[in-house]
């Protein structure tokens, strides 16, 4: 597939997600806009191509991470346009898991990224809005018609799991 048509299915995901929010109303205001309020290390993971759509972007900084199957992170200043923020900030506390099933075809499913287990106050998929977690699905769908855009999600829901594990045993929750 070529980065063009990459590029369009990250912008249909982007526009899937545009308005829909986790809740009806402004979940900031139950966590002081925590999302938006990180360290100055802090950034959001992108998927393979998205880098593009922020390089010399005023007010963010693409810039290298060890994690995130070898892709880049964005940091942000704490304030955006929404229509530019990145896929990472549309899908929270969600992310589209990606599996592969047993016949070998490719599972989407919107769950709980155990990641906002430490900052978010929406701790279980069923109090976000419905027409929020279809969304996220359905970007997932739309996003894994891309080979390296399907790799980076099987990759990344493997990680989700580990650190989903990892949190179980050391805090049995
Ligand atoms: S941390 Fe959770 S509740 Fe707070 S703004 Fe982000 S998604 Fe909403
Ligand atoms: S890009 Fe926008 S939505 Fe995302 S963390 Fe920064 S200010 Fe918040």
């Known amino acids: 597939m070529s980065q063009n048509q990459q590029t369009r299915l990250i912008l249909r995901a982007y526009q899937l997600l ?17 999302c ?14 998205e880098e593009q759509f922020f390089l ?13 199957a ?14 530019l923020r990145p896929f990472a900030c549309r899908i929270f506390p969600l992310f589209p898991m990606v599996r592969l099933s047993p016949l070998g075809g490719i599972m989407v499913q919107a769950q709980m990224d ?22 996220v699905q359905r970007a997932g769908e739309i996003l894994v018609s891309d080979p390296q855009l399907r790799a980076y999600l099987l ?6 799991e580990e650190v989903a594990a990892l949190r179980e045993k050391m805090l049995g929750q």
């Open 56 to 68: 010399g972007q005023p007010g963010f900084s693409v810039q290298p991470c060890q994690d995130n």
């Open 155 to 160: 990759e990344t829901t493997e990680f989700l």
């Open 114 to 135: 155990p990641r906002a287990q430490l900052s978010c106050p929406l701790r279980e998929r069923e109090q976000l809005r419905m027409l929020f977690r279809r969304r």
């Open 18 to 34: 545009e308005e829909v929010t986790p809740l009806t109303t402004d979940c900031g205001e139950l966590c002081g806009h925590r």
């Open 70 to 83: 070898g892709y880049p992170l964005v940091v942000c200043d704490g304030h955006c346009d929404r229509r």
């Open 36 to 49: 938006c309020h990180g360290e100055d290390h802090d950034g959001m993971w992108l998927l393979p191509g």
